[in-house]
């Protein structure tokens, strides 16, 4: 691989991972918002559903949760 190619591969990476932060970041906001909105600040009841939901999102596809073992 040439230099060329090295810095072309990093930089859309980069960018990649740049835009995966700022739809996570942008994300974050909102649903800090609704905490405000709905919960009177209280991030308890989104946290639980988060917990519940992202575990649904791991177990669906393959039925299991092996994702997390390596956590």
Known sequence: MNRKNLLGYFL??????IGIVLVWRG????????????FEGS???TAVVGII????????PDKDLKEIEKL
């Open 43 to 45: 991030h308890l009841w």
């Open 53 to 60: 939901l992202g575990l649904a999102i791991l177990y669906f």
């Open 27 to 38: 994300v974050w906001y909102v649903l800090d918002e609704l905490d405000k909105i709905m």
């Open 12 to 17: 859309r990476n980069l960018s990649t991972i």
